[in-house]
């Protein structure tokens, strides 16, 4: 099988070690939105996070909470009008080869195989030569070595989404934001796709903040489970997922704490819904 080299050392999933400095620290940090036309949004409060290397965390909350907002923050590609964010000793100031980003749709470039659109990120980056050997591994795993040829369009949605994931990883980041990379697939391509993300963050030890409305998804993949309000965002909760790795499907639900833990964030989610 395929692994993927990584520029930090491996850690252990969820291990944060309360004395170390966190990977990405958030203080702080809130959004309002401004426009002349309807004046200033609130879509995040000061929220304080943070993220270990090699932590899996999920964040879950209503739509229009703020979510994409946070990840947009950390992925550099929009500022916070409070507070900050650093990752290591930065402060994030713009997108970095550190942070990868997919989003609900893979935005594949229809005019280039799977292959180019996997290397884009490296050309733009600068480099005169692409490593092919690394296009390869990630290709390998994630199931596109024959794919590699293939134009977007004659690949499923879940194939697609899978050449997203390889973009993202292509210059290896630290990092790994994920804004819902799976609500648009049918529910059995979903849990595949969840394990092979499972499989592929053990193999290369990437930090992933995954956003996700499935209750169920957040157990399966997260360390743990950060449960936002609604708008203007705060975290409500954040909950640990001590459940052993390799996760299956099949066995999840069975867990002695899976239902305990989806009620708590299911409850959570309600009363903060339902609070005026
Ligand atoms: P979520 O991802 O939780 O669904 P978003 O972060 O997309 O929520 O949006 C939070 C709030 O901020 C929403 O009310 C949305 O309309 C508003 N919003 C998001 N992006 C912008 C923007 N660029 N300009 C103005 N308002 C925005």
Redesign the pocket.
Known sequence: MATLATSQPSASAGSADETSQPLIALRGVAKT?S?QRHGA?R?LDPIDLDLADGDFICVV?P???????MLRLLAGLDVPTEGRIRLGDKTINGPSADVGVVFQAANLLPWMNVRDNIALPLRVGGRQKVPEARIDALLEMTGLSEFAGRFPYELSGGMQQRAGICRALARDPRILLMDEPFGALDALTRERMNSELQRLWMEARKTVLLITHSISEAIFLADKVVVMSP?P?RILECLDVPIPRPRSYDTLVTHPVYAGLAREIRARLTQAEARP
Do not use: D, E, I
């Open positions: 939105y426009s949004l879509a909350g739509s229009g909470c703020g979510k994409s907002t708008r965002g």
